[in-house]
């Protein structure tokens, strides 16, 4: 935002001229090119901020791996709702793409996406280096990492995001004191509710687990959907005392190990219901509840419906 930089280029078109693998953030727009559903939307970029924004596009059904970006990619949604679920290593991480939630895409983590239903979305592409240096002052040197998320809900994320879509799809150089605050805006949203720094240390001294801590736990989870799985042994994974762990995951996450593994077991019995040779009682079996009664009522807190009406409705 410093005068020097206040005549830089703001928008380049990924259609026009100039060499799209000078940065990193281009790379990744380009990367992404195979997953759009249409012509290519306008990206605005300010170089000297390692940022790069797009407008509006959308996004086709998929069923393949997307590789690891070089930067923090994170995006908001529009449209009709649109289930998806991004595998990467052992974490299986699940949502719904709908106005008011958002994805966040660390750099460097790639992944196979199950995207059953296109969907449009709008993109702000981070540098890591943008990111540190935003963060240093709140994280006293410490580096931050971003969480991912799918369909997280974030109404004040995804409203920044979307503000920026705009800015972007209509670019004009008078808006980039505008765009320039948007982005530090968004950034203190990430690092207050989507990055391993939580929350100030002044409110709370208790840390996020780290990326690698989080996909050995929720992997673990993910392959025992059937078994009892105690928090003693998720602790014990990555050497942690049992209120720690609990505490960490919960900043980590936003929901405790228990909501998360719920969401798993639940995200995994509307999968096995779409087989209709498999029993509803089955089903609740191969998801860890031991009485049909018991997973009627959790599919029901989750879903709104029961597994019966949910299948009726496939």
Do not use: N
Not at 277 to 300: E, K
């Amino acid at each position: 935002m410093a005068a020097a930089h206040r005549h830089a280029p703001l928008a380049l078109s990924a259609r026009e001229g100039g060499d799209l693998h000078s940065s990193p953030q281009r790379q990744a727009f380009e990367i992404c090119r195979g997953v759009i559903a249409g012509p290519l939307p306008t990206a605005a970029e300010i170089p000297e901020h390692g940022t790069l924004l797009t407008a509006r596009w959308p996004h086709r059904e998929m069923h393949e791996v997307i590789p690891a970006l070089p930067v923090h990619t994170i995006g908001a949604y529009y449209g009709v709702p649109s289930p998806r679920v991004w595998h990467c290593g052992h974490l299986r991480l699940a949502g719904v793409g709908r106005p008011g939630t958002v994805a966040v895409v660390p750099a460097d983590w790639g992944g196979y996406w199950d995207i059953d239903q296109g969907s449009s979305l709008s993109y702000v592409m981070l540098s890591d280096a943008r990111l540190q240096a935003f963060a240093a002052p709140l994280s006293r040197g410490r580096r931050v990492e971003l969480l991912p998320r799918v369909g997280e809900p974030d109404a004040i994320g995804a409203h920044i995001l979307r503000a920026l879509g705009r800015l972007a799809g209509r670019p004009d150089r008078a808006k980039r004191l505008l765009v320039e605050q948007a982005l530090d805006l968004l950034c203190t949203h990430l690092m207050r509710v989507h990055s391993s720094l939580g929350q100030p240390a002044a409110r709370s001294p208790a840390r996020g687990l780290p990326a690698w801590q989080l996909r050995r736990v929720t992997g673990y989870m993910a392959e025992r959907l059937g078994e009892d799985v105690g928090l003693d042994e998720l602790a014990e994974l990555i050497s942690l005392s049992r209120s720690h762990f609990c505490t960490a995951f919960r900043h980590a996450t936003g929901v405790t190990p228990h909501a998360w593994l719920t969401r798993l077991r639940l995200e995994r019995a509307q999968e096995m219901l779409r087989d209709p040779r498999m029993r509803i009682i089955d089903v609740g079996l191969a998801v860890g509840y031991q009485t049909p009664s018991a997973f009627t009522a959790a599919f029901r807190r989750f879903t709104g419906t029961s597994p019966s009406a949910y299948r009726r409705q496939i």
